[in-house]
């Protein structure tokens, strides 16, 4: 599934109930970080797995990633290669 803005993927999320989800930080309507602190919030999401992709190297913005719940933010390119292995360390 691809969503187009924050406010989207929160609909997806909670409607589809994905088994991961890998979310964009910067999107319009709702960034990554307000979709994340949605998600830790309801019940039926609050367990599921999500990567923050972001193109931000900034230590505050890495720090924010997981203060609202992010189980691993990865920065920008992202190799295929590191993508998988990052997808399977997130579902366990």
């Known amino acids: 599934m691809v969503a ?8 997806m999320i909670r409607s589809d109930r994905p088994e991961l989800a890998i979310i964009d930080v910067k999107m319009p309507f709702m960034d990554g970080f307000a ?13 599921l797995p999500v990567i923050l992709i972001s193109a931000s190297t900034d230590h505050a913005d890495l720090c ?7 189980d691993m933010y990865v920065v920008k390119p992202i190799d295929p290669h590191d993508l998988i292995e990052f997808v399977v360390k997130a579902g366990n």
Request: aromatic share 4%; proline share 0%.
């Open 4 to 11: 187009l803005n924050g406010t989207e993927c929160l609909e």
């Open 64 to 70: 924010e990633g997981y203060r609202c719940g992010a």
């Open 35 to 47: 979709v994340v602190r949605a998600l830790r919030s309801e019940s039926d999401t609050e367990n």
